[in-house]
Nanobody, 116 residues
Framework: QVQLVESGGGLVQTGGSLRLSCEAS????????VGWYRQAPEKDRESVAR???????TYADSVKGRFTISRDNTKNMVYLQMNNLKPEDTAVYYC??????????WGQGIQVTVSS
């Protein structure tokens, strides 16, 4: 069964940086679209960034220029480098993998807190 395991969250001050990592246990990782979503308290889950198997990236407008998504297919890893963090980036961040049948697979979520 495919699993996603996130790491790298934590507490950081405004303007600081964090890097989230997500490891996927799948043999098809190289062709899966993967990405990151986040959910702040009392808000809907929103897309942050995605990267396709062809390395095409998309970002939410709110994070463009500050966040960078990348992948390492040799390690089945996807990363989210977050710079110039703001209090409004505080949320639980979820790793996402789109399976070959189109169904999404979610990680367990990891907390990111940005203090003002």
């Amino acid at each position: 069964q495919v699993q996603l395991v996130e790491s790298g969250g934590g507490l950081v001050q405004t303007g600081g940086s964090l890097r989230l990592s997500c490891e996927a246990s799948t043999t098809t990782f190289g062709i899966n679209t993967v990405g990151w979503y986040r959910q702040a308290p009392e808000k809907d889950r929103e897309s942050v960034a995605r990267i396709t198997g062809g390395y095409i990236t998309t970002y939410a407008d709110s994070v463009k220029g500050r966040f960078t998504i990348s992948r390492d297919n040799t390690k089945n890893m996807v990363y989210l480098q977050m710079n110039n963090l703001k209090p409004e980036d505080t949320a639980v961040y979820y790793c996402l993998l789109i399976q070959l049948d189109g169904q999404p697979l979610w990680g367990q979520g990891i907390q990111v807190t940005v203090s003002s």
